[in-house]
């Protein structure tokens, strides 16, 4: 069965480093997102992607972060300059129809 | 601004009870609603529902969506301790393909 797929599965980083996420989404899919859960809390959505760009976004996805789909089937988060706050489980999805799909997520401890 | 809230926040029942958690919204453009089972770690889907009225069956779980009142329910039958988990509510709505915003989920635990 076609799963959306994360790597790392725990990233460990100093404040202030750069990091990046890695999705896989399903194949046919045309629509992925970034999605966080910070421990204990509900799981927020950061922003959307499809055709090539960013179709939508929420506030917490300011500046400091970006997505790309370099090379047609990663998709990649990267956060700049991370901050003890961003310490959280980040995960991706990728939609067909109207049913989307969780990867297992990434967890970041920012230290 | 909660614009998905689910109740109750947190059950606990013994195994073989039955447990309805409980989902209101209120968002623009609704597309469908999802239902998502969150026990270690991914969200795994579990229902679409787009349609009033019609309820969704997978096994002992059912869910129903009422779009007037912006409303659905998740049943959960003769429940085992297998299925303690975060259940999570996401309406799906917007343009295009639309987003999900999720609940804070109705933590379930069932004791054998």
């Known amino acids: 069965e076609p799963e959306v797929t994360q790597t790392p599965s725990h990233q460990v980083t100093q404040m202030g480093q750069e990091v990046i996420l890695r999705c896989v989404p399903i194949?046919?899919?045309?629509?992925f997102y970034w999605y966080r859960q910070i421990l204990g809390q509900k799981v927020e959505f950061l922003v959307s992607f499809y055709n090539n760009e960013i179709s939508e976004k929420s506030e917490i996805f300011d500046d400091q972060f970006s997505v790309e789909r370099p090379d047609g089937s990663n998709f990649t988060l990267k956060i700049r300059s991370t901050k003890l706050e961003d310490s959280a489980m980040y995960f991706c999805a990728s939609k067909w129809e109207r049913s989307a799909f969780f990867g297992q997520g990434t967890r970041l401890t920012v230290v | 601004e909660d614009k998905v809230v689910q109740s109750p926040l947190s059950l606990v029942v013994h195994e073989g009870d039955t447990v309805t958690l409980n989902c209101s919204y209120e968002?623009?453009?609704?597309?469908?609603l999802l239902w998502y089972k969150q026990e270690k770690k991914a969200p795994t889907f579990l229902f679409m529902l787009?349609?009033?009225?019609i309820e969704k069956k997978s096994g002992r779980l059912s869910s129903i969506l009422d779009k007037k009142e912006l409303f659905s329910i998740l049943n959960i039958t003769a429940t085992q301790t297998g299925d303690s988990a975060i259940y999570l509510c996401?309406?799906?709505?917007?343009?295009?393909?639309?987003?999900?915003?999720f609940g804070k989920g109705t933590k379930l635990s069932v004791k054998p």
């Open positions: 787009t349609s009033s009225g």
């Open positions: 194949s046919n899919h045309l629509y």
């Open positions: 968002v623009t453009n609704f597309r469908s």
């Open positions: 996401a309406p799906n709505y917007g343009g295009s393909q639309g987003n999900l915003i």
